[in-house]
């Protein structure tokens, strides 16, 4: 079974900076495309950044040129740094491990961005 565990969300002003971190336990974490998700009030999760066992990006065109995804392997975790974050990057963040026969999701981890 695998398990995912996010951390680092919390409250921001405008401009601040997050880091979120995910740590994978129960498999080998290098076989997976990683990504994270979010969720506001009343909207569809939708794709923030995607990571694939290659090392290739894709970013929401919302977060590009803010938001960074990054995996170390040695670790089993997945990072999302953010900066220069806006109010409408409220939501539960998720993330998300994947390969072609499994689909995995963690908690989620609340960003709140406000003054």
């Known amino acids: 079974q695998v398990q995912l ?4 969300g919390g409250l921001v002003q405008p401009g601040g900076s997050l880091r979120l971190s995910c740590a994978a336990s129960g498999t080998i974490f290098s076989n997976y495309a990683m990504g ?13 950044a995607h990571l694939t066992t290659y090392g290739s990006t894709t970013y929401a065109n919302s977060v ?3 938001f960074t995804i990054s995996r ?9 740094q953010m900066v220069s974050l806006k109010p409408e990057d409220t939501a539960v963040y998720y993330c998300n491990a994947k390969t072609t026969m499994t689909n995995y999701w963690g908690q989620g981890t609340q960003v709140t961005v406000s003054s």
Do not use: F, I, M
Not at 5 to 8: A, F, N, Q, W
Not at 36 to 48: D, N, S
């Open 5 to 8: 565990v996010e951390s680092g």
């Open 36 to 48: 994270w998700y979010r969720q506001a009030p009343g909207k569809q999760r939708e794709l923030v």
């Open 64 to 66: 590009k040129g803010r």
């Open 72 to 80: 170390d392997n040695a670790k089993n975790t997945v990072y999302l």
